[in-house]
Structure formats: C-alpha cells, structure tokens
C-alpha cells in the first residue's frame, strides 16, 4: 500500500473527553486548540454557551460542548481546553469553540470503520453523532461539529461576538487555584 492509498483511506481525527466519554471529531474545520484560562460572560447568551474568548486576534464564541450534546456540563481543570472549529451550515460560515475536559490525541480513522450512527444513544444526542469507530471492544463516537448548531442558532451565537471590540479581554476562571493578582502600591 502506497502512502497516497493510505491517506485517501483515512482521515485525521482529534480525540477529546466529553462527560467522561472519549469521543472523535474530524480534523479538517480545527483551526486551533488552547488552553482554557476563562472566557468573558455574556448574560444574555444561551445557557450552553459558556462566553467569549479572543484567539489570532477574533473574538470568538465558546460552546460548552458537553451541554450542548445533553450531558451534564463539565467542571473546568487543568486540562480543559477550547477546540477552535470553523463550522459551516447552509452557506452560513462561522468560528466557534468548544469547551471539552481535555484532548487526548490525534488518530487516522478510515472511513470503512465507521459504522452508521445509532438509532437511539444513551445520554448522548445521535443527532450529532457521524458514526461509531470499532476497534476490537472499543466504541469511539465520532460527532460531525457542523451539525453542532442550527443555522439559526450558528447565526444567534457568531452574532454574540460582534459587539465586542480590541479592548476585549476574558476573565480568569473564578475556579482559578492562582490568587488574583492585587496591587499593593500605593499613591
């Protein structure tokens, strides 16, 4: 098998932990993964969207990605990330990030592993489900990020970073275990 024949057969694809779970999303729209250091609130965002950050210079909405797949929303760590997607609905083209527990790598899948979706998942939303990847007794979900959102809601949630301009700066987590720095000098 040539390298050309290996690549047409698969795909790279970044693994993360949602809920617990370990789950697969295609590389090709990931524009970046940091790490989460906070995200500036938006009161009037919904309750899946955890705020804003700024990366490369664009604000950028975060979606709390295990709530949006109907699991319980995660508790932020040390290894809790930004996944930085481009996501694409009927023409309508936006950059989001997603908050997950952690990325936990990088692997080839090829196409003719993946089985169909389920009819019916456990606490996991199959809408958002591509298919199955098996190897041996592992299942590994593999999730299609474009159907994440509605163009709807895609349009809601990329109109939510507009307002902002190049004095946005995001909060520090308030789980943060760093004090808060204060200054001490005094006039």
């Known amino acids: 098998m040539t390298g050309a024949t290996k690549a047409a057969e698969s795909t790279q694809h970044l693994t993360l932990s949602v809920g617990g779970e370990e789950y697969a999303i295609p590389l090709g729209n990931v524009r970046g993964v940091i790490a989460f250091e906070g995200v500036e609130e938006i009161p009037s965002a919904p309750s899946w969207v955890r705020g804003l950050v700024r990366f490369a210079g664009v604000v950028t909405p975060v979606v709390d990605l295990a709530s949006r797949v109907g699991l319980p929303p995660p508790r932020t760590h040390l290894f809790s990330c930004i996944v930085l997607e481009y996501l694409r609905r009927e023409g309508f083209f936006a950059a989001i990030g997603f908050l997950v527990e952690s990325v936990t790598g990088v692997i080839d899948l090829r196409a003719r592993d993946i089985a169909p979706p389920p009819s019916v998942g ?16 592992k299942l590994l979900p593999v999730l299609d990020m ?37 200054s001490g000098a005094k006039s």
């Open 122 to 137: 456990g606490q996991l939303q199959v809408e958002f489900v591509r298919g199955l990847w098996t190897a041996g007794k």
């Open 146 to 182: 474009d159907l994440m959102l509605s163009v709807d809601e895609l349009k809601t949630v990329a109109a939510l970073a507009r307002p902002f301009d190049a004095s946005f700066a995001p909060k520090a987590p308030s789980s943060s275990p760093l004090p808060s720095s204060t």
